[in-house]
């Protein structure tokens, strides 16, 4: 069965960078596009970043850009998400999350597969 497990969460201050990655099996990698969605307290899941199947192509919210870039590797079936500048409203659990096919889309609804999420916490 598909599997997506994230990786490279943690408690950064303001300011600081971390990387996460997201490793998927039991899927044929190339032919998904992935993305990264975020989930804060209280707060409903938004999408943060997505990604082609081939890594030509992508997208981000608007709050992330110019902060954040999402980039994969189909030898390695992964997908990483390097975050820049972080700030303390970019705390949540982050999620990948794949979809069949060429549409990187922002909607939660087009991906049906998803990993458990990695904790982000941004301090003052």
């Known amino acids: 069965q598909v599997q997506l497990v994230e990786s490279g969460g943690g408690l950064v201050q303001a300011g600081g960078s971390l990387r996460l990655s997201c490793a998927a099996s039991?899927?044929?990698?190339?032919?998904?596009?992935m993305g990264w969605f975020r989930q804060a307290p209280g707060k409903e899941r938004e999408f943060v970043a997505a990604i082609n199947w081939s890594g030509t192509n992508t997208r981000y919210a608007d709050s992330v850009k110019g902060r954040f870039t999402i980039s994969r590797d189909n030898a390695k079936n992964t997908v990483s998400l390097q975050m820049n500048s972080l700030k303390p409203e970019d705390t949540a659990v982050y999620y990948c999350a794949a979809a069949l096919g060429s549409s990187y889309d922002e909607s939660r609804a087009k991906y049906p597969y998803w990993g458990q999420g990695t904790q982000v916490t941004v301090s003052v």
């Open positions: 039991g899927l044929t990698f190339s032919r998904y596009a």
